[in-house]
């Protein structure tokens, strides 16, 4: 009868050894594929993006004009063209051979010239951006045996990039464009600078917003409030408010912020406060949870030594659970960096091309660049697009990792 029960307890241990190793095994294959999944993601938009921070440029040997404010800057790029291949004189010849070069080649030479005049009426060399078709040519994003009506450029165009090419006048450099400058409708002139300055006016008002507000909610609901009712209905709705869809923040700041305050469209102002009604109840949750997490103990010290409740909570209780607040602000602040539907509801979805200089200017942000790209017509956008993602995802996680060093570096063992 002993051996019989033993056998059955062997047999039962079995069981239990091998569905735990079958729940390893699943656990370890769900984390691989995961990153397998993670893994082609990013490899699909790196390889697609990683081109865009870098543009092609053309040198031309310009003549610059003694007096630039009476210059013909588009002529002046035309001449220059017309000189370096006097070989063309067909009309529809010189059409192509401009078109070399990007629409933006003139305001360049202006530049240069503005910044250097000493050198007016001397012939200078000057790298311009090349169009977006032969940026794509020499990235080798378009074949040169693909049709004409794929690669976009006549066989003489390519025997002129060649030559270019051949005498060194034509090479790849970092996409200072893309960095720098604004929204525009030829992709090889368009940039990011405008959705970056967007984006950190909006954060900015966010975190003013927000961190103060939800600290303090966080500390009365946690540490003050009588339970309540009321105080459990509160608690309730801002749980189920950390769940709403964001564009329903996007509807009440339509609402309210634009069509009764009558505040700027599309300004960073407006952007601030939507994603700081949408960051507010992150911020609130991880607060009480951190307030939580301190030892009642150091609450009752601070009491018996003569301090008021006031004094215990911001002089002990805070300061020991700020670690955790502080991660779950960033944390917020992350989540809302990535956030586009409440941004197009407000009108940030505008065609920005300045820099914008302050929280009431129009402007644009990351997301919604990568919206309003990702349905552009030119193929030069889909890199631009990619190119955006990557920074968006960079800036995503320097967030999180400076909130896993602020929990390493402040964070107290109980």
């Not at 004409?148 to 970092?174: H, P």
């Not at 150091?298 to 018996?304: G, H, P, S, V």
Request: proline residues 5%; positive net charge; contains cysteine.
């Amino acid at each position: 009868m002993t051996d019989t029960s033993s056998t059955g307890r062997q047999k039962l241990l079995k069981t239990r050894h091998r569905r735990e190793r079958l729940f390893h095994g699943a656990g370890i294959g769900a984390i691989l594929l995961a990153i397998v999944f993670l893994g082609t993601l990013l490899v699909s938009i790196g390889s697609s993006g990683y081109s865009a921070f870098q543009q092609t440029r053309v040198q031309l040997d310009v003549v610059l004009p003694e007096d630039g404010t009476k210059a013909n800057w588009p002529g002046l790029v035309k001449r220059t063209l017309r000189a370096a291949f006097p070989e063309v004189k067909n009309r529809r010849d010189k059409k192509q051979l401009y078109r070399l070069v990007s629409s933006g080649a003139a305001w360049e030479i202006r530049q240069h010239a503005q910044a250097h005049p000493d050198q007016a009426g001397q012939k200078v060399s000057v790298w311009v951006t090349a169009s977006d078709d032969i940026d794509m040519l020499t990235k080798g994003k378009v074949s040169v045996d693909a049709p004409i009506e794929v690669r976009r450029l006549s066989d003489k165009q390519i025997s002129w990039v060649q030559q270019l090419t051949n005498a060194g006048k034509l090479e790849k450099q970092l996409n200072t464009n893309f960095l720098f400058n604004g929204d525009s409708r030829e992709p090889e002139v368009s940039g990011i600078g405008a959705a970056m300055a967007g984006s950190f006016f909006s954060l900015l008002v966010c975190l003013i917003l927000a961190f103060p507000l939800g600290v303090m909610a966080a500390i009365y609901l946690e540490e003050f409030a009588p339970r309540t009712r009321l105080t459990s209905l509160i608690e309730v709705n801002i749980n189920n408010l950390a769940a709403v869809p964001s564009i329903v923040f996007g509807l009440l700041g339509l609402a309210i912020f634009l069509n009764f305050f009558e505040l700027p469209r599309s300004a960073p102002l407006v952007g601030g406060m939507v994603l700081a009604l949408m960051t507010l109840p992150t911020i609130i949750i991880t607060g009480r949870a951190s307030l939580k997490a301190v030892p009642p103990s150091i609450r009752e010290a601070a009491l018996a030594i003569g301090a008021s409740k006031v004094q215990s909570v911001f002089h002990h209780v805070l300061p020991l659970a700020m670690p955790g607040v502080l991660t779950g602000t960033i944390i917020g602040m992350a989540r809302a960096v990535g956030e586009t539907a409440p941004l197009l509801m407000i009108g940030m979805v505008a065609f920005v091309v300045d820099i914008p200089k302050g929280i009431l200017d129009p402007a644009t942000a990351l997301p919604v660049q990568i919206f309003l790209w990702a349905d552009a017509p030119e193929r030069a956008f889909e890199e631009r697009t990619a190119a955006t993602i990557i920074v968006l995802l960079l800036f995503l996680m320097a967030m999180n990792l400076i909130a896993v060093i602020l929990r390493r570096k402040f964070e107290v063992r109980w």
